[in-house]
């Protein structure tokens, strides 16, 4: 990529996190536009968009373990909520069968009969011995309940340790795609740099499509649509960020998710997901708002504008803009 194609940090927090599968795809596109070389310079192009391909694979695998690590973080701190609520239950039932426990000793300290014949109200002592059944009774049934409370627990802690493995597991995963891609993308950025002067220029200038379209008479599809329409042409210019989805940088569906997110709708993080989020409709009657992703695996994705064009974040270096709506295959446009 050229000097002022610098590769952002892409971080590794939460503001951060969900990169999208589209990594770069756009770049390919881009890439066609270039001079003819010689054919160092055809096989150069040839591995960028090799590297660009693989580095999108990775940032699938990226956003799916990164999806995982949010989901089991929370199922997790759920569990531990439960364990702690089991406990305190548990407690409190040992307390009070501590209670019973202890007055059934204190009253059973003399046989039943000499107790009869020496009490000074043989009916207080009736009484007595009435309630103490009573309390038996109740003391067998919460004796039974806290061996329920006590196998909830352990079943808790039990799926608490699962989740909190399979979390582990999940961060190693995020951490090990990360640097996959961010390694296929540096090796890119050197091919592009050590590409000579003037393809490097024609790839610069096909990265810097500043043409705003007319879209006069593009009609989107609902109130929420245009609400998104209209963030996501606010975003226009504003560079493209690996892993991040707004306000002040993108990747390709983190503009998308956005955008939406703007008209009060969510979307999904990944591309992927987006895919199937909506109701799909026909390229041939796609609407301002509209989802359309790219590619069979669908790993890159814009949003119809109308006129036949989208508005995307392509890949590091090149901003937020507007393409052609057909700039690669299209795999499906939907509605959400």
């Known amino acids: 990529m050229g000097s002022h ?5 892409s971080g590794f927090d939460r503001g951060a996190r969900g990169a999208t599968l589209c990594v770069l795809t756009a770049a390919a596109a881009a890439l066609g536009v270039l001079p003819a070389g010689a054919a160092p310079q055809d096989d150069t192009r040839a591995e960028v968009d090799r590297l660009y391909e693989e580095a999108e694979h990775a940032t699938e695998s990226y956003n799916k373990a ?3 690590t949010d989901t089991l973080r929370d199922e ?3 569990a531990q909520d439960r364990m702690a609520r ?3 239950r548990i407690n409190t039932m040992r307390d009070a069968l501590g209670s019973l426990a202890g007055a059934q000793y204190r009253s059973g300290g003399l046989d039943p009969s000499l107790a009869l014949m020496f009490s000074d109200d043989p009916d207080e002592y009736l009484d007595k011995a009435a309630v103490l059944d009573r309390i038996s009774s109740r003391q067998a049934g919460e004796l039974k309940e806290l061996q329920g409370a006590m196998r909830d627990l352990s079943q808790e802690r039990e799926e608490a340790t699962r989740k909190l493995g399979e979390l582990d597991r999940s961060r190693k995963a995020v951490a090990r795609h990360k640097r996959t891609v961010e390694q296929k993308l540096s090796k890119a ?6 590409m000579p002067g ?7 200038r096909a990265s810097r499509s500043g043409r705003v379209p007319d879209l006069t008479g593009a009609v989107p599809s609902s109130g929420r649509a245009a609400a998104a ?3 996501a042409r606010s975003a226009v210019g504003r560079p493209y960020v690996w892993g991040a989805n707004g306000p002040s940088g993108f990747d390709c569906s983190g503009l998308t998710q956005w955008s939406y997110a703007q008209a009060g709708v969510g979307l999904p993080r990944t591309s992927q997901a987006q895919a199937n989020t909506g109701r799909p409709v026909p390229l041939s009657q796609a609407q301002p708002g509209d ?3 790219y590619r069979g695996d669908a790993s890159h994705v814009g949003m119809y504008v109308g006129n036949g064009q989208v508005i995307h974040a392509p890949y590091p270096g090149a901003p937020v803009r507007y393409d052609p709506v057909g700039m690669m295959p299209v795999n499906t446009v939907t509605r959400p």
């Open 291 to 293: 989802i359309v992703t």
């Open 86 to 88: 089991h406990q305190d």
């Open 66 to 68: 990164d999806e995982r």
């Open 198 to 204: 003037a393809d490097r220029a024609a790839y610069d």
């Open 5 to 9: 194609r610098r590769l952002v940090p």
């Open 76 to 78: 997790v701190d759920r």
């Open 229 to 231: 329409v209209a963030a």
């Open 189 to 194: 950025r050197q091919l592009l740099n050590a």
